[in-house]
């Protein structure tokens, strides 16, 4: 099985930028479809991008799109999230997760691996 570990979190003011990194270890993340998910306080965790095995495919929750692009390196078993254009709605925590079947998915229930996530905060 894989193994997740978010970076990269932090504290940054609105309209600012973030890069989050996701490194993996025990397997190949190649072999898995990646996404990020966040959870904010209060609120059900949500699906925010994900991307194929190859990185040929990606997609996009609606309120990230043009903003936020999903990323990996395969050869250094890293997934990465770069995050532009920051709000106080994107403060959250943000979860690196892998999937094994090749198919982009959005549901939490799809993904058979988690990270333990890394705090987003945005300040007005």
């Known amino acids: 099985q894989v193994q997740l570990v978010e970076s990269g979190g932090g504290l940054v003011q609105a309209g600012g930028s973030l890069r989050l990194s996701c490194a993996a270890s025990?397997?190949?993340?190649?072999?898995?479809?990646v996404g990020w998910f966040r959870q904010a306080p209060g609120k059900e965790r949500e699906f925010v991008a994900a991307m194929s095995r190859g990185g040929f495919s990606t997609n996009y929750a609606d309120s990230v799109k043009g903003r936020f692009t999903i990323s990996r390196d395969n050869a250094k078993n890293t997934v990465y999230l770069q995050m532009n254009s920051l709000t106080p709605e994107d403060m959250a925590v943000y979860y690196c997760?892998?999937?094994?079947?090749?198919?982009?998915?959005?549901?939490?229930?799809?993904?058979?691996?988690w990270g333990r996530g890394t705090q987003v905060t945005v300040s007005s």
């Open positions: 997760a892998a999937r094994y079947l090749d198919i982009l998915a959005n549901a939490e229930s799809a993904y058979d691996y």
């Open positions: 025990g397997r190949s993340i190649s072999n898995y479809v």
